[in-house]
């Protein structure tokens, strides 16, 4: 359970700022604080087992058929990746309480904050595929919210925008990779996929998987050619960018590289892909990086090229590139992060992050001047300082890696490469703004922040110096987080001094020549100058307008407004779906034979035809062609009838009453005829597209059901009395074995009806005194034989209506069918006598009705959950009472008396508001949605 209030409680303190934002920005920042800052000393807590060797794993079964579980794990690599999330996020939330000024919505930055870290810890504690991706697309909606924070400004619109379609994009490449992973190995469990690494080498399906796995990381980590979305989501405020870009979303691809490492890496695609693709981000981003003029933007490059770094080591995939990957990953968090507070220090105490305009801060700004240039020299890879160590790691690495063949000497060379421009960036960064004048000033006149907002730099820069100065303090973690990577153990020690060998020359030659390079940086920006400049979010941008063009003028050349055509396309494609499938089959007739044809059922046959053509023959005269429909609905039900299905029969007929209702109420204020449309051409093809996909339709049902199919009717015929407690297996599959389907349908039938009540309730249709041809409508608006005989009825009809209700779990019958029987005789009450006679004898809203049937259905399912049950788990018992004698009781009975009065309340909230938006008096132009005038007009009526 510890692994899952690991898990839980970032998640519940996004609840947190809502209930406190009201008591002052100081006690919702400390209260934010509270449920991350333990969720973190849990982790710690758990570092002497981890330390002993163990695996924590924690699952509960979410959906078991999909291969869903609720499963965390805690290990090396988890705690790591914790320790960076939750620890740095506590130190952005302290230097974002300083940050923000006090117009901003502190309470929403706050719970945005909190989901985004929530989502990483789901990330790298999931010990399920599945659960991994729902976490890493939860990164990708949070990221989006966070960047766009500033919604008021269009580059943090559109930068939140571009960093969700490139991830979004990438976690559904993801999804299809971990997908095809998991039905590689036969499970989504982590610890599976992990123990099987050379099954998956060895699957011919490997390159597919591994491409599209390294497509949700690229994108996520902004590996090129993906690395553009990353620069432009500095937009986000600034403990945004220091949160996103050092510990969390742009390492989230580095994790998923590093966590599924012992499965998929080791093949020599997997070196040179991630090789490659690494080494050329590392230098696209170094090179931009140096290019910059705004401190964000330099840092952001930065960002893409150490990422890179990173991305080479795990290609290289030997056990000291793992082990420099995961050393790099600790301290790019340290300072990247000190150095993106720093320049929000800047930019908020001076107004500007401009370059042009900053310079010579070091004298109004000692301290924030002397903590940029640790944490830049850590950036740099001076020596003593923990950069220098991973980076040392790094070139040692590339000398020894044959990922290239004859042209390996190419990495080591790049990797120097990248080492020179590394140090030029960075000292740029400082001397730039601390050292060097300024051509313009400031907008503000320059200041030391308040302590505090300086205090998280502080804390991460003396790690970034104790680290460097005393390397065995990481050896611990390290050492932790490579056991799971490399899948053993594997001693080591870090150092600070190796001796002179080739590494440390190529740091020297980078400090060197990254010193000449800055020197000469006028050199390259005019040198750049002669390239046209691209953007690469109006590039973005464009693509994303002319893909909407596209799809607009695509879908003006398929909607054209005409639903004729639209069914006509739906049915030719189906046609040929059907066609197809037909012709690839030997014979059509099966092995079960044909059924014995008597008189009744020719008489049947004969009758469904006939009604389906007089119904399309007679569709311009509505009335004749609604009574011919209802010839079909009556011939179908008899057939279900005929064959042994009295439950189908009973629902389809009640059915069919109350859709004839509905659509003649709803005929009413239509023309009674329709002009003719339609050419004779047009006709000829509407009649042989019909006849064909008829005679398909046909042709498939006669194979069907002349062939023996597996069904699973026998799993209901065998469980219907022992399982669910009933005898009509009908109705125990509806409220037992399907009831949280029968739940899902009358949930949507009431919010149907819920929707057409609001529709109807303010809509007054003129009711003219004659029909279209001039004659007057009957003055005997309720005529005395129908208004006796519904009297009689009603009471009568409950009764059956009961009846049915009571005997559905053992007979024909349940809840749906007593519901129709209900809503049948409420309406021909109605139309007997009048919607205003009617309501003041039935005085209550049928909207608490539905309501109250979804919710005892509901709350039946909920209460299988106090026995320790499955939602919805019916339970069922036989009893005897004196007199009565035995009778059976089932939980199930609830249910169905839900779905009874969620179909009562739902079908009268339709026909009944149908039935009284006419009014005799012609309305004021303006008056149906007056109250007044609703009350006018009835009290003239009477």
Known sequence: MTLLWIALLPLLGVLVPAFTAQRGRRFCSLATALLPALALLMTLGQLPTLAAGETLRFAVDWVPTLGLELAFRLDGLSVLFNL????????????AHYYLSPEEPFGRFYAYLILFM???????????????????????????????????????????????????????????????????????????????????????????????????????????????????????PTPVSAYLHSATMVKAGIFLMARLHPAIAGSELWTVVVSLI????????????????????????????HLGLITVLLGIGSPMAVLAALFHILNHATFKAALFMCAGIIDHETGTRELKRLGGLRRAMPITALLTTLAGAAMAGVPLFNGFLSKEMFFTETLETPVLGGLSWLLPVLATLGGVLSVAYSLRLVHAVFFKPAREAPPKSPHEPPWLMRAPVVVLVVICVLVGLAPVLAEGLLGLALTPVLGETMSFHLAIWHGFNLPLAMS????????????????????LKGFRPVDARLVFEGAMQRLSAWAEATLRGIDNGSQQRYVGLLLLASLVVVGFGLSGMPLLTGDQGNQPVDGVLLVGAGLLIFGGIATAATHRYRLISLLMLSVVGLVVSLTFARFSAPDLALTQLSVEVVTMILLMLALFFLPQHTSRETSAPRNVRDIVLASALGMAVASLNYAVLTRDTTSLSSFFLENSVSGGGGHNVVNVILVDFRGFDTLGEITVLALAGLAIFKLLRRLRLFMPHSDTEGRLWSPDRYPSILTSISMALLPLALLVSAFIFLRGHNMPGGGFIAGLVTAVAMILLYMARGVEWAQERLQFEYQ?????????????????????????????????????????????LLFDLGVYLAVVGATLMILANLGKVTTPHSPAKGAPASDENLSRSSKEKH
């Open 278 to 305: 690494g080494m050329a981000t590392m230098l696209y981003g170094a090179w931009f990086a140096l290019m910059k003029t705004d401190l964000k933007g330099i840092l952001a490059f930065s960002t893409v090229s």
């Open 84 to 95: 960076l999330i939750m620890g740095i996020g506590l130190l952005i939330l302290l230097y």
């Open 118 to 236: 929530a989502s990483m810890v789901g990330i790298v504690m999931a010990d399920n595929l599945l659960l991994l991706w729902l976490y890493w697309e939860l990164t990708s909606l949070s990221s989006f919210l966070l960047i766009g924070f500033w919604s008021h400004r269009s580059d943090a619109r559109k930068g939140a925008r571009m960093a969700l379609t490139v991830t979004g994009a990438g976690g559904l490449a993801l999804l299809a990779g971990l997908l095809l992973l998991g039905d590689m190995v036969g499970s989504y469990d982590m610890q599976v996929v992990l123990e099987s690494g050379s099954a998956i080498l060895a699957d011919p399906r490997y390159p597919w998987m591994l491409g599209l796995v390294l497509l949700g990381a690229f994108t996520k980590s902004a590996q090129f050619p993906f690395q553009f979305w990353l620069p432009h989501a500095m937009a986000a």
């Open 848 to 892: 608490p009705v539905a309501i109250a049937g979804v919710g005892i259905a509901t709350l039946t399912g909920l209460g299988s959950w106090l026995f320790g049950e499955p939602f919805l788990t019916s339970a069922f018992g036989h009893f005897h009472l004196p007199l009565i004698g035995d009778f059976e009781l089932a939980t199930a």
């Open 508 to 527: 020297g030659v980078a400090l060197v020549a990254g010193v000449a390079m800055y020197w000469r940086h006028p050199d390259l920006q005019r040198f």
